[in-house]
């Protein structure tokens, strides 16, 4: 791994692999970019693949205070790494943090997003805000198990599946990035159909069309809905449902349909 350094210090680490075009993988929530790996092996097939831990995870820093505007920024430094423009694919709130930089005017080429974790419903406002006074009080406290645990709830998640990863090896490695959580891009929130109204890149918008138990809880329109509003909203969107797929969307699955959209 290797770094670069964000417009306020923060060393972002990321890893470099392949050659031919700019694409830059986002992560998601609970990521320090490790779920994006396997993805950046097959693109870099065709691709120098930039896939980076957004700050707070893995080994990149985390310069208080957070605002989204920083997240931006490392975003914006990767960008300039990779050349001065690139293609850019953002899966789940790394997905709404792709969008957010399309808005801001990040040299972003071409824009995919895969299952943006926007909520259409009319009362999604009230209910974010629930969300996160309580996630932050959570985790004022240094509850980082409940928090959690209130995430997983919330992302859908049934209480057999929150024992049961509770209980894995992998929960102590969540927990040292549940302080991430509060930093969530559009989590359970309205889409900013405004800033998103403002997009000019070709963008791809896709959803799984398997069955997910582990979000089944948020209902199966949940996110063809949040995709039909990004679509709707980006002048030049188009969107694609990737059959037998869910939120934790396979890389070969995803792979060919990236390379395809990327060389558009």
Not at 128 to 135: H, I, N
Not at 224 to 237: G, K, L, M, N
Request: charged share 20%.
């Amino acid at each position: 791994m290797s770094n670069v350094a964000s417009a306020d210090g923060t060393l972002i680490d990321y890893t470099c692999q392949g050659a031919g075009p700019a694409v830059i993988l986002v992560a998601g929530g609970l990521d320090d970019g490790s779920e994006n790996a396997p993805l950046a092996v097959e693109l870099s097939k065709d691709f120098t693949v930039y896939n980076y831990a957004r700050r707070g995870t893995g080994k990149s820093g985390d310069t208080p205070p957070w605002s989204m505007e920083r997240e931006l920024e490392d975003l914006d430094a990767v960008i300039a790494l990779a050349g001065g423009s690139a293609h850019v694919y953002g899966v789940s709130a790394g997905g709404g943090l792709a969008l957010e930089a399309a808005a801001a005017g990040a040299s972003i080429t071409r824009l995919a997003v895969y299952e943006v974790p926007y909520n259409t419903a009319d009362d999604a406002p009230q209910r974010q805000k629930a969300y996160f006074d309580e996630l932050d009080a959570l985790l004022a406290d240094g509850r980082r198990g409940d928090a959690l645990r209130l995430f997983m709830r919330t992302a859908g998640g049934s209480e057999e599946d929150i024992a049961g990863a509770a209980a894995s090896p992998m929960w102590p490695a969540l927990e040292d990035l549940a302080h991430t959580l509060s930093r969530g891009f559009g989590t359970l929130g309205p889409p900013p159909v405004a800033r998103l109204a403002t997009i000019t890149q070709p963008t791809l918008v896709a959803i799984g069309g398997g069955y997910d138990p582990h979000t089944s809880g948020l209902g199966s329109d949940f996110f063809p809905r949040a995709a039909d509003a990004i679509t709707a909203s980006i002048p030049h969107a188009h969107q694609l449902v990737v059959e037998g797929q869910t939120h934790m969307v396979d890389a070969k699955a995803m792979a060919p349909i990236l390379t395809s959209f990327f060389s558009g």
